[in-house]
Each structure stands twice: as structure tokens, then as C-alpha cells.
């Protein structure tokens, strides 16, 4: 098992900046890559960066030079950096853990990006 808690989601104005954390626990040891997907009101949830156990980073084609994914093992966390942040950037933000058998999904975090 491995439980994901998401935090640092928000309201904030076009162009700001956010920094979502996600802290795992349970057997992270078994952990393969983690990654950030959201879900907009009405569309299917989507890739946004996903990180490897290597430092592999993956990010999707929209979110590249804005979003940083990074990881701290020592903490079992994983961030992601949003700068230039846009309207369309609104959505809830989930984590998410990719064992090699299952994969574990955080409760998400809401961003708001309006004016």
C-alpha cells in the first residue's frame, strides 16, 4: 500500500507561479516513477510530468519550459514547479505512484488560475 498526500494548490493570478507537493508513504520502496496528472472540469485527466526512480523526467508537450517536476527520496516527495501559469492550467491535480503491479492515486489538489 502507499497513500499519496497532495498540498499546495490554489487561487492565483495568469502568470504566477505555484510549487504542488506530494508526499508518499507506505511501501515506497516498491515505487517505479511518480507523476502529476489533472482533471479539468469536463475533460479527461491528462498527463502533466511524470519522474522515474532514475530521474527520467516526461512532461506533456504543453506544460514544457513552464513545469518542473522534481523529486526529494530523502522525504518521499515529489514537486511540481508551475510558473506562467494560465486559465486553462485550472484543474484538480492528483499524484499519482507507479508500482509494478498497481498504481496509487493522491485525493488531488485544486489550482485556480484566474484574474
Known amino acids: 500500500q502507499v497513500q499519496l498526500v497532495e498540498s499546495g494548490g490554489g487561487l492565483v493570478q495568469p502568470g504566477g507561479s505555484l510549487r504542488l507537493s506530494c508526499a508518499a508513504s507506505g511501501s515506497v520502496f516498491s515505487i517505479r516513477a511518480m507523476g502529476w496528472y489533472r482533471q479539468a472540469p469536463g475533460k479527461q485527466r491528462e498527463l502533466v510530468a511524470q519522474?522515474?526512480?532514475?530521474?527520467?523526467?516526461n512532461y506533456a508537450d504543453s506544460m514544457k519550459g513552464r513545469f518542473t517536476i522534481s523529486r526529494d527520496n530523502a522525504k518521499n516527495t515529489v514537486y511540481l514547479q508551475m510558473n506562467s501559469l494560465k486559465p486553462d492550467d485550472t484543474a484538480i491535480y492528483y499524484c499519482?505512484?507507479?508500482?509494478?503491479?498497481?498504481?496509487?492515486w493522491g485525493q488531488g489538489t485544486q489550482v485556480t488560475v484566474s484574474s
Open positions: 499519482r505512484a507507479d508500482l509494478p503491479f498497481r498504481r496509487y
Open positions: 519522474i522515474t526512480n532514475s530521474g527520467t523526467t
